[in-house]
């Protein structure tokens, strides 16, 4: 019987089926952060149990941290605390941590895939919703709430039922000045915020495989932001290549072998999908978001379109159906998170601003997703075209994704994020988002408004 990739992975990972209910599946990798970990570790106190298998699990400090001065204690207790005892849960229970100023620190998303714990076939599960990017490497990986993670902690395994699947063919070639960004934001426009909602996605299509690993994370850590359970992509050579010494990748003739196993990781043909929807990749253009979800989205250069039920988001945001986003005052450019906060995303912006100086009335915060980022990014030269346009880095965390450290965008003002949500307050109360990729990020932090990059860098 011809299987999808998504079969394949979940038919090996049930321990039990639950007859007419769901499966005990068996996770293969546990990531955990300071916000969502405390009372999983609290409810394991109560209950007197120890992690089961500790070496599965990994942490990292991100949402909380400050992206300044992170050599001095956290300030706000309600952002030290729980870094604190995140600190306290791991060594207590033997879990490898990647503490502040760490060289493996990081956002959960990014440090996975670049220490190699991320690999492929896996079950992988974090209480964080953009767990879906550890999807790029052929991988059923969701997020789960506070309950799981402490179900996780303490069994290594999880209740879960089957979802539906769902299979997005994308073929041809990108345009210039069209990123992975602007692809995912055109899929999610077009199939709406609930359009994937009760399915797992299969991204393929000769677009999809042209896609380097940090392109196809993008496309996957946004895949929940229609709605669906999870995203994945096949692994192919560009995988192994990626994955290759980096340092919790297997190792020799272990090595090998994995390789051989990951190469079987592919849908059969003739397997079938419940709903499949195919896209053009030369009809994508440079996308902005209008409204307050990640569907709201338009091609930078159209109009803003009259749709029903939309106009509460218009009048938060400020905006009338018909006007034109196009030449809008941006006040804010965030450029980070685990959507776009990876090494390409930074050369993709500096190598657009080089030569150019930042506007004057743009408040940027460019906000690496890891210290290897942070170090690459000084490695490669990038900072210094950063620091010559006038460009300040910040340290690493998620920053400015979401309202929970000191990263937060004014009301009422403009924010142009590279980040995956625009939903009201999601930056700060009252702020304004509009989701893009780096390159109408690089646009808007050079001349003050939202700028078609095709047209302002003749691409």
Not at 120 to 138: L, N
Not at 256 to 273: E, I
Not at 413 to 419: A, I, R
Request: aromatic share 8%.
């Amino acid at each position: 019987m011809a299987k999808t990739i998504f079969d394949k992975i979940w038919e090996r990972h049930v321990v039990k089926q639950i007859h007419d209910g769901p499966s005990v599946l068996y996770i293969d990798r546990h990531f955990i952060h300071e916000v969502t970990s405390p009372q999983a570790f609290a409810g394991l106190d109560k209950r007197g149990l120890k992690v089961f298998r500790p070496l599965q699990t990994f942490a990292t400090c991100d949402h909380n941290v400050p992206t300044q001065n992170q050599h001095l204690p956290i300030e706000d207790p309600s952002s030290r605390i729980p870094v604190e005892q995140l600190a306290k849960n791991t060594k207590a229970h033997g879990i490898k941590y990647f503490p502040l100023g760490h060289p493996g620190n990081g956002i959960v998303h990014i440090i996975g895939p670049e220490q190699g714990i991320t690999q492929c076939g896996m079950t992988i599960v974090c209480g964080d919703s953009h767990t879906s990017t550890h999807g790029a490497f052929g991988n059923i990986a969701f997020g789960i709430g506070t309950s799981e993670v402490e179900m996780v902690l303490a069994t290594q395994t999880l209740m879960q039922t089957k979802p539906k699947q769902m299979l997005i063919e994308v073929n041809g070639s990108l345009g210039k000045g069209v990123c992975s960004k602007d692809l995912i934001l055109h899929i999610i426009s077009s199939l709406g915020s609930s359009g994937g909602t009760g399915y797992f996605l299969e991204f393929a299509g000769s677009t999809i495989e042209a896609l380097g690993m940090e392109e196809r994370m993008t496309i996957c850590n946004m895949s929940i932001e229609m709605g669906a359970r999870g995203g994945l992509i096949a692994p192919d050579q560009k995988t192994f290549d990626y994955l290759n010494g980096r340092k919790y990748s297997p190792k020799g003739s272990v090595w090998d072998n994995a390789v051989s196993s990951w190469r079987l990781l592919k849908s059969d043909a003739g397997c079938s999908y419940d709903v499949v929807h195919s896209f053009d990749a030369s009809s994508v253009e440079p996308m902005v978001t209008y409204g307050t979800n990640p569907g709201a989205a338009i091609a930078v250069n159209k109009t803003i379109p009259s749709v029903a039920g939309e106009e509460k988001a218009l009048a938060y945001m400020g905006f009338k159906a018909g006007e034109k986003i196009c030449d809008l005052k941006i006040d804010y450019v965030f450029v980070g998170s685990c959507t776009n906060g990876r090494i390409e995303d930074f050369r993709l912006f500096a190598n657009a601003v080089k030569g150019k100086h930042k506007h004057p009335d743009v408040v940027a915060w460019l906000v690496p997703g890891s210290k290897e980022v942070e170090r690459q990014i000084h490695d490669q030269g990038i900072f210094d075209i950063l620091d010559q346009a006038g460009f300040e880095l910040r340290q690493p965390g998620c920053s400015a994704c979401l309202g929970m450290n000191q990263d937060k965008i004014p009301e009422g003002k403009y924010s142009l994020s590279t980040s995956n949500r625009n939903f009201e307050g999601r930056q700060g109360p009252g702020a304004r988002t509009i989701l893009a990729g780096p390159l109408v990020a690089a646009a808007a932090a050079i001349t003050g408004q939202i700028t078609d990059p095709r047209t302002y860098f003749k691409l």
